[in-house]
């Protein structure tokens, strides 16, 4: 019989997504991953659009379940980030970013919830952003404020959880050497200049990886960011203030 936890991340095949399976296999857990856009593996890999209807994604979280079963560990590892000032933001953009980072997310959650609230266990883990505590970085205001709503949805719905067995958490990292840029919407260009500039300070994916992997028995809803990208945020980046 196979005895081993199972662990599903969604974006399991982005560069942090990769860094979390490596990291989640050398801990011998069996893993299950979805993909968007760019299918990498043919085993326990599947497909789910978070930019798509509620019922489309209850459908592709179906087969999971049913091919996979219900994971002990749900790691919500996808994202997209939009570059540009409001005013030159499409409301396309503003929906599919909204879509992808933040209600995607929760109704993934979501589908999950009933399966480990009965089983009594399970673990929800979030990747937001140091986005998500302090809005850092110009021209990134849906992204900051989907990556806020990621932190204030899994901060409430973890004392909803208190006493069902059930675990919620949040991880703020600062930059990480992905490809994020390379896959953002909006003036794309400018977002890879800006990982250009500072991504030597940046962490590696499976440097936060392991990180949060470590975290997620301590009781801390929210993990990070590292103090080194604290400051890294707080000394080089614009500091808004009134002209
Ligand atoms: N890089 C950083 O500096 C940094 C810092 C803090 C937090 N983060 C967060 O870390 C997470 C992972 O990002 P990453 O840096 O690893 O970027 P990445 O390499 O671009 O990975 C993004 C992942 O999201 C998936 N995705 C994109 N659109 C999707 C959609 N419509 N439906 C379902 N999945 C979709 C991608 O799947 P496909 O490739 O198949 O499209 C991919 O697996 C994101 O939440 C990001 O905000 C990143």
Redesign the pocket.
């Known amino acids: 019989m196979n005895n081993k936890m199972k662990a599903l991340i969604?974006?399991?095949?982005?560069?942090?997504?990769k860094a979390f399976q490596s990291s989640l296999e050398k801990r011998n857990y069996e893993v299950c991953n979805?993909?968007?856009?760019?299918?990498i593996s043919e085993n326990n890999s599947y497909s789910?659009?978070?930019?798509s209807s509620e019922l489309e994604i209850d459908k592709s979280l179906e087969i999971i379940r049913n091919n996979f079963g219900v994971p002990d560990l749900l790691i919500i590892?996808?994202?997209?980030?939009c570059y540009n000032p409001l005013n030159k933001t499409s409301n396309e953009d503003l929906n599919h970013t909204y879509?992808?980072?933040l209600i995607?997310p929760v109704r993934v959650i979501k589908y999950f919830l009933p399966y480990f609230l009965e089983r009594k266990s399970g673990i929800i883990h979030v990747?937001?952003?140091?986005?998500g505590v302090m809005p850092a970085v110009k021209n990134m205001s849906i992204?900051t404020s989907a990556?806020f709503g990621l932190v204030g949805f899994v901060r409430s719905l973890a004392t909803e959880l208190i006493g069902t067995g059930v675990k919620a958490s949040v991880s703020c990292?600062?930059?990480?050497?992905?490809?994020?840029p390379?896959?953002a919407i909006g003036d794309k260009e400018s977002l890879i200049k800006f990982?250009q500039q500072y991504g030597k300070s940046?962490h590696e994916?499976n440097e936060i990886s392991e990180l949060i992997l470590d975290k997620l028995d301590a009781r801390e809803v929210l993990i990070f960011p590292t103090e080194s990208a604290k400051k890294l945020f707080e000394d080089n980046l614009a500091k808004p203030f009134w002209t």
């Open positions: 969604i974006g399991g095949n982005g560069s942090l997504g979805t993909y968007h856009s760019n299918k789910l659009d978070l930019d590892a996808s994202g997209t980030a879509n992808v980072d995607g990747v937001s952003a140091i986005a992204y990556k990292p600062g930059g990480i050497k992905t490809n994020l390379d896959n990982f940046f994916p």
